[in-house]
């Protein structure tokens, strides 16, 4: 079966420190993975998605870069975090083979950040 | 500007009552998808829906799609307190792009014993 690892699960960090966030999957091969940033527990915010190794895409214009080293692992990070970079970070991935109408998402259990 | 419009935002009911929480767009969905999220969580996916007016039974939840794919609901009968959550609906595309979900900014349920 797949499982997908997010680590850590709570991060505390100074403004201007750097980040990086890593999310594994397990159990597939060539997933397409997502980063999703969610504020105060609200709606889902779409940062990065992989269609495959070295392939980022960036939805948003922000302080963060995402990286894609190996087929099944995920990074997120920035070089100087901002206050406004605290939130909650999901980490997500999808089947990409095949027609599908539709793409399911599997979350990892998040990373909370906050930066003072 | 904000393409999948959920409501209510926040609501809180009594054990044993039945609710609806709406999922509301301008815009036309190739599918749209409900999850819900406890807190410290990732969302988990409860249903996909696909045809225009289809409905999907989940035990005491029932999920409707739109005739014309644009809005959805959700109807949960003698709510109970492990319903509690916060309820997220999410598109796929719009624009025939079904790589990415575009997320509603949710409900937040909470079902008081």
């Known amino acids: 079966s797949q499982t997908i690892h997010q680590w850590p699960a709570t991060l505390v960090q100074p403004v201007g420190s750097p980040l990086s966030l890593e999310c594994t999957v397990e159990?597939?091969?060539?997933?397409?993975l997502y980063w999703y940033r969610q504020a105060a527990g609200r709606g889902l915010q779409l940062l990065f998605y992989?269609?495959?190794?070295?392939?980022i895409s960036s939805e948003v214009p922000q302080n963060l870069s995402a990286s894609r080293p190996q087929d099944r692992q995920f990074i997120l990070s920035s070089k100087k975090l901002l206050l406004s970079d605290s939130g909650f970070y999901l980490c997500?991935?999808?089947?990409?083979?095949?027609?599908?109408?539709?793409?399911?998402?599997?979350f990892g259990s998040g990373t909370q950040l906050s930066v003072l | 500007t904000q393409l999948l419009e959920q409501s209510p935002q926040f609501l809180s009911i009594q054990e044993g009552e039945n609710l609806t929480v709406y999922c509301n767009s301008s815009?036309?969905?190739?599918?749209l998808q409900w999850y819900r999220q406890e807190p410290g969580e990732g969302p988990v996916l409860l249903v996909t829906?696909?045809?225009?007016?289809e409905v999907k039974k989940l035990k005491r939840l029932t999920f409707q799609f739109g005739d014309a794919r644009k809005d959805s609901s959700l109807h949960i009968t003698a709510a109970q307190p492990g319903d509690t959550g916060l309820y997220l609906c999410?598109?796929?595309?719009?624009?025939?792009?079904?790589?990415?979900?575009?997320f509603g900014k949710g409900t937040l349920l909470t079902v008081n014993p």
């Open positions: 997500a991935w999808s089947v990409s083979r095949g027609r599908v109408l539709f793409r399911k998402l599997f």
């Open positions: 159990g597939t091969s060539n997933p397409n």
């Open positions: 992989s269609v495959g190794i070295g392939q």
């Open positions: 815009s036309v969905f190739s599918s």
């Open positions: 829906v696909v045809t225009g007016g």
């Open positions: 999410a598109g796929a595309g719009p624009g025939g792009s079904n790589y990415k979900l575009t």
